[in-house]
């Protein structure tokens, strides 16, 4: 009886979104019979423990990357960061090397943490971003983004190349090889369930832009008179829920959980990042679209949905709750399927 290949599965701690949409990732390995092991930091890591507690699970070093208040000063905290965050790279780099003899790694996917990889076993990074955005130094960030990607062996695309993509430019460049589109990542299946909620906030992303919305979204709720279910997106310990008023909360609901108020809600407001795009896609949900700040990423992506009369959008300053009215003119999305193709995990049997 042979034993089950070791397979590293690294997302970076960005909020929540490279966590969730590994979690399929993580599901088809399993289902392959491969052994996945868990490494990141901070609420990535605590989330995967949580939905996966009978996986091994390993703590990673921090980017510790944090949003300065003004979310538009955030490139330039990057560019001041970025020692540290190279440090912390090579760190990780360090870690990895002995993690392959020490857990016996047949292979390494990495959700966007560069210093995961290595010669020894297969390397795989997962991005929607070939192009990064990043205002008028986006051809230099996106060349040493290209650069970093073209380190591991395969480079897996979660979009579509075609005019069905959601990520678009994003998605798209011929100086990254051994590209592979997979298709739409996403946890979550669709169901016809009865509605239970008017309005689910969903909400995510690195501090304080997830409290500053927080507060937004609670004083324009205030005369709001549908039913409400609001996810403020902290991973805690523990699981909390309240009421008040017409609204619910909860600080966090595992997979299954938010699949199942997903499906009961008629209306989604969330962040434009790319994991929940492509959730809302699978299950075909209409939307409202708040970007985060300085997020040239988020922003493109709600300008896109919105182009593509899938939702409207708005800024967080900008934002008042009758513009909710504006989603009866845009179709929402229409319904996509999420599949992993057994054939995508080859590269990892011949070690």
């Given amino acids: 009886m042979t034993s089950k290949k070791n397979i590293l599965v690294t997302p970076l701690n960005w909020g929540i979104g490279h966590a969730t949409r590994c979690?399929?990732?993580i599901n088809k390995l399993i289902e392959l019979d491969f052994n996945p092991i868990i490494a990141s930091d901070g609420e990535a890591l605590q989330l995967l423990q949580k939905e996966f507690p009978k996986l091994k699970s390993l703590a990673l070093p921090s980017y510790n990357i944090k949003y300065p208040k003004n979310g538009n000063l955030i490139k330039w905290k990057l560019?001041?960061?970025?020692?540290?965050?190279?440090?912390?790279?090579?760190?990780?780099?360090?870690?990895?090397?002995?993690?392959?003899?020490?857990?016996?790694?047949?292979?390494?996917?990495?959700?966007?943490?560069?210093?995961?990889?290595?010669?020894?076993v297969p390397s795989v990074f997962i991005t929607h971003q070939l192009n990064v955005l990043s205002g008028s130094t986006t051809f230099l960030s996106s060349k040493i983004h290209?650069?970093?990607?073209?380190?591991?062996?395969?480079?897996?695309?979660?979009?579509?190349?075609?005019?069905?993509s959601l990520a678009k430019k994003l998605?798209?460049?011929?100086t990254v090889k051994n590209q592979k589109f997979i298709g739409f990542l996403s946890r979550f299946k669709k169901n016809n369930l009865d509605v239970k909620y008017d309005l689910l906030v969903l909400l995510s992303g690195i501090e304080p832009l997830r409290s500053q919305l927080e507060n937004k979204l609670l004083s324009e709720l205030k005369n709001y008179k549908?039913?409400?279910?609001?996810?403020?997106?902290?991973?805690?310990?523990?699981?909390?829920?309240?009421?008040?008023?017409?609204i619910k909360f909860y600080n966090y609901l595992l997979s299954h959980e938010l699949e199942i108020a997903i499906n009961e809600s008629i209306l989604i407001i969330a962040r434009s990042g790319y994991s929940t795009i492509m959730d809302l896609a699978v299950l075909s949900k209409k939307a409202f679209f708040i970007?985060?700040?300085?997020?040239?990423?988020?922003v493109y992506l709600a300008k896109r949905m919105q182009k593509l009369r899938i939702a409207p959008y708005s800024s967080v300053n900008k934002f008042?709750?009758?513009?909710?009215?504006?989603?009866?003119?845009?179709?929402?999305?229409?319904?996509?399927?999420?599949?992993?193709?057994t054939e995508l995990f080859d590269l990892f049997k011949c070690k």
Avoid at 146 to 164: A, G, M, T
Avoid at 171 to 174: A, I, M, P, Q
Avoid at 320 to 341: C, P, R
Wanted: proline content about 3%; aromatic content about 6%.
């Fill in 171 to 174: 998605s798209l460049s011929d």
């Fill in 79 to 120: 560019i001041f960061d970025a020692p540290r965050i190279l440090k912390t790279i090579k760190k990780e780099t360090e870690i990895v090397q002995e993690l392959i003899q020490s857990e016996n790694l047949s292979g390494i996917i990495s959700d966007n943490r560069f210093g995961v990889r290595s010669d020894k």
């Fill in 320 to 341: 008042k709750i009758e513009m909710l009215d504006e989603v009866k003119n845009y179709a929402g999305f229409k319904e996509n399927t999420s599949e992993i193709k």
């Fill in 291 to 298: 970007p985060t700040k300085g997020q040239y990423e988020q």
């Fill in 146 to 164: 290209q650069k970093l990607i073209n380190k591991f062996d395969e480079c897996w695309i979660p979009d579509v190349n075609s005019e069905e």
């Fill in 23 to 25: 979690i399929p990732i």
């Fill in 226 to 246: 549908g039913k409400v279910l609001f996810v403020r997106g902290v991973i805690e310990k523990e699981q909390k829920s309240s009421e008040k008023n017409n």
